[in-house]
């Protein structure tokens, strides 16, 4: 309720930018609705998406915590239309100086933060494509999946270049392992939604323990 005072609810389209990287940092934001992608750009101004942000969790503690951070490190983009709420720097550190327990979830959301960043470097550096896409359509079925008698459709409609973009891949790449995975009765395709049809499959391509799906699930 005190902090309540301090917060500001920001509506935003699907697409909109939020905030651009290298922009003047002003405060933190929270997901209370929709699903906003986090990315960076390279030197060369190529583009790396590095996690999805769902309801109750934050973009901009990096610069919030790092002292002479002036400016947004990364930038925020709504996938889809979101809602989000804008708490201004000063009196978020103002806040959780007074309530520690605050703090401790923050801490433990930045632990969530390192251990999702290096699963994703050692999985990019030693797991083939394949196998990151049969995880990332297993976290997408667990968060977004709705059962049905043909399966498990993943309720949520990502273009194909942004999915080849999370698995770190080319779009024709992403096709024809897609197509692998449809001719070995592993999942369907009907108008853009990507139906779950045989989930143990799936799993034994993945190869991944349990924790660590779990976490992915949280960055999507």
């Known amino acids: 309720m005190e902090l309540s005072a301090e917060a500001l609810l920001v509506g935003y389209n699907e697409g909109d930018l939020v905030v651009q990287e290298g922009s003047p940092f002003s405060g933190v934001y929270i997901?209370?609705?929709?699903?906003?992608?986090?990315?960076?750009?390279?030197?060369?101004?190529?583009?790396?998406i590095l996690r999805f942000l769902a309801p109750r969790?934050?973009?901009g503690l990096e610069a919030l915590f790092m002292k002479d951070q002036e400016t947004n490190i990364q930038f925020?983009?709504?996938?889809?239309?979101?809602?989000?709420?804008?708490?201004?720097?000063?009196?978020?550190?103002?806040?959780?100086?007074?309530?520690?327990?605050?703090?401790l979830t923050l801490c433990r959301w930045f632990a969530r933060e390192v251990a999702m960043l290096e699963f994703k470097l050692t999985r990019d550096a030693t797991e083939g494509s394949l196998h990151n896409?049969?995880?990332?359509?297993?976290?997408?079925?667990?968060?977004?999946?709705?059962?049905?008698p043909a399966g498990t459709v993943i309720n949520l409609e990502l273009p194909r270049a942004l999915m080849a973009e999370m698995v770190g891949i080319s779009e024709e790449t992403l096709l024809k392992l897609l197509?692998?995975?449809?001719?070995?009765?592993?999942?369907?395709?009907?108008?853009?939604?990507?139906t779950i049809i045989n989930k143990e499959k799936l799993d034994s391509l993945a190869l991944t323990a349990d924790f660590y799906l779990t976490i992915l699930e949280e960055t999507l």
């Open 179 to 194: 197509k692998r995975l449809r001719d070995q009765q592993i999942i369907s395709v009907q108008d853009s939604k990507i």
């Open 76 to 103: 925020a983009r709504a996938l889809l239309d979101s809602e989000l709420v804008f708490i201004r720097a000063e009196p978020l550190l103002e806040f959780l100086q007074r309530y520690p327990l605050a703090m």
């Open 57 to 59: 969790e934050f973009f």
């Open 31 to 48: 997901i209370y609705s929709g699903l906003v992608l986090i990315g960076k750009y390279s030197s060369s101004r190529k583009r790396r």
């Open 133 to 148: 896409l049969a995880m990332l359509l297993l976290a997408l079925s667990n968060k977004y999946g709705r059962d049905t």
